[in-house]
């Protein structure tokens, strides 16, 4: 029987394990650190199920919907659409921006809430309708733009891109100046569209261990120091193994993995917010504003908190952090709750702080030439969302076509 190495348990490395085992290899799995999931972990937390950064799972993503089980893991879906804010002291301003297309009442009755002009809305409608014409893969062959230019073309408003895109996506992609590729934000738009934000009941980490518990013959081996010699032959120091195939499943020193994100999780008595949203700051450009978006994971999985409490998540893009002078994880903490004391003025006080995390290696940064060399880049043996595009669905697309290339070669 073929043997395989993969190193790497995260997720794009779980499913190299499960492809391969397919293809007939039996596969030795060798992790650094104690555990699987590599970016997708959660702990519980004095009876919260704390995810490691803010994470939700996009049923419209095509493999991922073929990989993943999502009623197995019992996910539950956000609402479609978002709440909006207008933070203040005194009176704090909140529209709610449903999806017209799934909520058609709920998404008619915003329009008239002068959130934004009804033209800004039709230009969501359309662009919607446009997108999901289009192959994914034809999505990626347009020409290179960043996400600002390529809204401002299609005739939004600045002030609703930077009350409603600039949260929203700045948030996704870790960066808020809009400056990520167009083909990506449409690879996005159009999968957020045709499916819903979920859940799982027990926390992110759920989806790498559900691929792990499809493994039959595969060993695992936590806390290791492995390293290459060669292109089939991996040594632990003391030993080395010989291998038909190696996978790289873990970035490098040359890695993309570059952008970072502040992840605040609080502990209340009750939830905020009205409805199982996402809360986004329309003050986060026009004001220079820290907080991306807030949401509270425990309306949507109840698990995720201790009965009768709620655990409320703030993202912070690191680069607004930085931006602000902000480096440490009390300096954070103090303004972000200074923030929030403008969105709930009456209620913060009293929430408790259960973690403060910094992922410094959180999302790839692509430029426009990476995207134009996608579908042309050479194969090697590595794979990830840090070797593809920054999603779940780039790191397990970016393991197929590493199984493909070996699969080919082997025959």
């Not at 959660?42 to 009876?47: F, P």
């Not at 409603?164 to 569209?193: A, C, Q, W, Y």
Request: glycine fraction near 6%; hydrophobic fraction near 35%; include cysteine.
């Amino acid at each position: 029987m073929k043997k395989a190495a993969v190193v790497g348990a995260g997720i794009s490395g779980l499913y190299a394990c499960l492809l391969l085992e397919k293809h007939g290899y039996t596969v030795d799995l060798y992790e650094k650190s104690n555990s699987i999931g590599g970016r997708m972990k959660s702990e519980k937390k004095s009876g919260f199920v704390l995810d490691r950064g803010f994470h939700v799972l996009q049923t419209g993503y095509p493999l991922a919907s073929k990989v993943l089980d999502y009623q197995a893991m019992s996910c539950r879906a956000f609402e479609p659409g978002a709440l909006i804010i207008r933070p203040d002291h005194k009176s704090p301003k909140i529209w709610r921006f449903s999806d017209p297309f799934r909520r058609p009442v709920k998404g008619i009755l915003g329009a008239f809430s002068l959130f934004t002009s009804p033209l800004n809305l039709l230009r969501v409608g359309l662009l919607r309708i446009k997108l999901s014409r289009l192959k994914d893969t034809d999505i990626f062959q347009k020409e290179s733009q960043t996400t600002l230019d390529y809204l401002q073309s299609k005739g939004f408003s600045q002030s609703f891109i930077d009350r409603f895109f600039t949260p929203l996506f700045g948030g996704i992609f870790l960066e808020t100046e809009l400056r990520t590729d167009s083909r990506m934000f449409d690879f996005v738009f159009k999968n957020m569209s045709r499916g819903d934000m979920v859940l799982p009941e027990d926390g992110i980490s759920a989806c790498p261990q559900q691929i792990f518990d499809r493994l039959t013959s595969t060993s695992l081996m936590l806390n290791s120091n492995i390293s290459a010699i060669g292109e089939r032959k991996l040594s632990n120091g003391e030993e080395e193994f010989e291998y038909d195939a190696i996978i790289k499943a873990f970035p490098n020193n040359n890695s993309k993995l570059t952008r970072g994100v502040w992840t605040l999780h609080f502990a209340a008595t009750k939830s905020p917010l009205n409805g199982r949203y996402i809360m986004l700051n329309s003050n986060l450009k026009s004001k220079n504003k820290l907080i991306s978006h807030l949401a509270v994971p425990s309306d949507i999985q109840p698990s995720y908190a201790p009965l009768n409490q709620a655990l409320i998540t703030v993202t912070v893009v690191a680069e607004d952090a930085n931006k602000h002078g902000l480096s440490s994880k009390q300096a954070i903490e103090d303004s972000v709750k200074e923030e929030l004391h403008q969105w709930f003025p009456n209620e913060v006080n009293d929430w408790r702080t259960l973690d403060v995390q910094f992922i410094e290696s959180a999302l790839p940064e692509f430029s426009g030439e990476d995207f134009d060399n996608l579908s042309k880049s050479t194969v090697t043996n590595c794979c990830g969302d840090n070797t593809y595009h920054g999603s779940v669905e780039g790191a397990l697309l970016s393991v197929h076509r590493v199984i493909d290339n070996i699969v080919k070669n082997s025959r």
